[in-house]
């Protein structure tokens, strides 16, 4: 016969308490219904279990062998069930992001290489592209991008501080070209432009200088598709390039690159992480979330 696991661990309560109140009250039961499990699994095995006096309450030596081998048995249990809950709260999954390059390099790999020895259980697939990518359709679960560039019925989240763009050359070009003075000045020169899937054209070059705002049309001899090659070319002394700011600030520290109109170029939103408003996430998306959320 079968005993009920529920019966039984409420023998192992009374019989380590001592007492049916307190047991009664670690079990969150009235003292009677406690009574009751106690007098009806006595009667199916047939044996007295507790020795009733009106001060204490003990087991029989028939108790007393019951509590030895069912007590380790349910601990035993108690713990598996544990582990088993503690498996189900610790996030896992697989969390798929769509970025750009230097997204994907300065802050996602950066901040995730943090957490990734804490939670192996979350795999995360990192998508590097320019586009701005429909993240539902592609099946994406969030995506990176500038904050300017983020459709409005999207939730965003800041991951980054604000960036600014800068307009750089190298030493060598600057040894044949006067540096523009204004932004209209770089009509004159050779600009290497990147034509980005998104925009369907060149990356504009925008400048604000108080409540000044230019948009100017640049030309030169190279258009790339990626900010590496431009990065590059613009080493080489092949033309100045509109690029941000962070890419470029060790080469300007070692004056590897010379940057001109720097009062025009003027702070705007950084990286966000973006993803349609969805009432639940899994706790592996939560996590990420959180630890890549930006602190002022």
């Known amino acids: 016969m079968k005993d009920n696991l529920n019966d039984l661990a409420s023998f192992v309560a009374v019989a ?9 009250a670690r079990l969150g039961v009235s003292q009677s219904a406690l009574s009751q499990t106690i007098r009806g699994l ?4 047939g044996l007295r279990l507790f020795a009733r006096t009106t001060r204490s309450v003990l087991p029989t030596e028939a108790g007393a062998r019951l509590l030895s081998t069912i007590g380790p048995r349910l601990d035993g ?4 069930l544990a582990a088993l809950r503690e498996l189900r709260d610790k996030p896992a999954g697989n969390i798929r992001i769509t970025a750009s390059e230097h997204a994907a390099n300065s802050i996602l790999l950066p901040q995730l290489a943090r957490l990734a020895p804490l939670y192996p259980d979350v795999k995360v697939e990192i998508n590097t592209d320019y586009r701005m990518v429909d993240i539902v359709e592609q099946r994406f679960d969030a995506g990176v991008r500038l904050g300017e560039s983020i459709a409005k019925d999207m939730i965003a989240v800041r991951i980054g501080p604000d960036v600014r763009m800068a307009v750089v050359g190298a030493p060598n070009y600057f040894a044949k070209h006067a540096a523009p003075v204004r932004p209209q000045d770089l009509t004159n020169h050779d600009c290497i432009n ?8 060149l990356l504009p070059w925008d400048f604000k200088k108080g409540v000044h705002e230019l948009n100017v049309r640049v030309d030169g001899q190279f258009i790339f598709n990626g900010f590496p090659q431009v990065l590059n070319a613009t080493l080489a002394g092949l033309g100045l390039a509109f690029i941000l700011e962070e890419v470029v600030e060790e080469h300007m520290a070692r ?3 010379v940057r001109v109109l720097e009062d025009w170029c003027n702070p705007f939103p950084g990286y966000h992480l973006y993803y349609p408003n969805r009432r639940q996430h899994s706790q592996a998306f939560s996590l990420i979330v959180d ?3 930006y602190q002022d």
């Not at 380590?16 to 009664?24: K, N, P, Y």
């Not at 006595?42 to 095995?45: A, G, P």
């Not at 249990?77 to 598996?80: K, P, R």
């Not at 990147?194 to 054209?201: A, E």
Request: aromatic share 4%; glycine share 12%; proline share 3%.
């Open 255 to 257: 004056g590897e690159l």
């Open 291 to 293: 630890s890549l959320r």
């Open 194 to 201: 990147v034509r980005l899937p998104t925009l369907g054209g």
């Open 77 to 80: 249990i108690e713990a598996d």
């Open 42 to 45: 006595e009667d199916r095995l």
């Open 16 to 24: 380590r308490e001592g007492s049916f109140t307190r047991a009664a």
